[in-house]
């Protein structure tokens, strides 16, 4: 049972490219985060979504896109990476409310150079 | 604005000392406070839910308790392997955000 799946666990990018992280999560979970975890700032949510087809904005969206075309796997896209987009991105999924336990992938670690 | 304050920072044990970490938070109706351990490198890991202030749950050597303003997570007689930073957070009943504090680093040095 591999839970919530993040891909790739390391990437370094030069400013103004762009990528995608991949979210994938095998609990039939309804709901799906992405957070950035920076030194001293503790965790902070990007985007989440409530369901299959939609997306919301969380504390820190800008510079980021989302997509949920499947239930099963939530994208975290950057147009065009900026220094301070260096960070850890996890990305979580809770059953069917925000009252439920999130559960967490192992994480993405970013450096834009 | 929710806001949540862990304390301290940083702790370090002797294996066997107890101690307790503090979690303080001003939500606008609490939907429930949850506790996570993190490992190096690793995601945070569930460890309780608390909805209602005198609720506690217990895991192991860990037991955490809420009130009104605040959460305790007590470590009883810690193992080295009980190392890790724990982070608390917070939900509101309005929205569907999770508010977390800085988290406590803890060592326990054997």
């Known amino acids: 049972n591999a839970g919530v799946t993040q891909t790739p666990k390391f990437r370094v990018l030069k400013t103004g490219q762009s990528m995608t992280l991949l979210c994938a999560q095998d609990?039939?979970?309804?709901?799906m985060y992405w957070y950035r975890q920076d030194p001293g700032m503790g965790l902070r949510l990007i985007h989440y979504?409530?369901?299959?087809?939609?997306?919301a904005k969380g504390e820190v969206p800008d510079g980021y896109n989302v997509s949920r075309l499947k239930k099963q796997n939530f994208l975290l896209g950057l147009e065009s990476a900026a220094p301070s987009q260096t960070s850890v991105y996890f990305c979580?999924?809770?059953?069917?409310?925000?009252?439920?336990?999130?559960?967490f992938g192992d994480g993405t670690r970013l450096s834009i150079l | 604005e929710d806001q949540v304050t862990q304390s301290p920072e940083a702790l370090r044990l002797q294996e066997g000392e107890s101690s307790s970490l503090n979690c303080s938070y001003t939500?606008?109706?609490?939907?429930?406070l949850f506790w996570y351990r993190q490992d190096p490198g690793k995601g945070p890991e569930f460890l309780f839910t608390?909805?209602?202030a005198g609720e506690e749950k217990e895991k192991e050597r860990l037991k955490a308790t809420l009130t009104k303003k605040e959460s305790f997570l007590h470590i009883t007689a810690p193992k080295p392997e009980d190392s890790a930073t724990y982070l608390c957070?917070?939900?509101?009943?309005?929205?569907?955000?999770?508010?977390f504090g800085g988290g406590t680093r803890l060592m326990v040095k054997p």
């Open positions: 939500v606008s109706g609490l939907r429930g």
């Open positions: 609990m039939n979970h309804e709901y």
């Open positions: 979580a999924s809770s059953t069917d409310s925000i009252g439920q336990p999130q559960h």
């Open positions: 957070a917070v939900a509101n009943n309005a929205g569907n955000m999770l508010t």
């Open positions: 608390l909805y209602s």
């Open positions: 979504s409530v369901g299959e087809g939609t997306t």
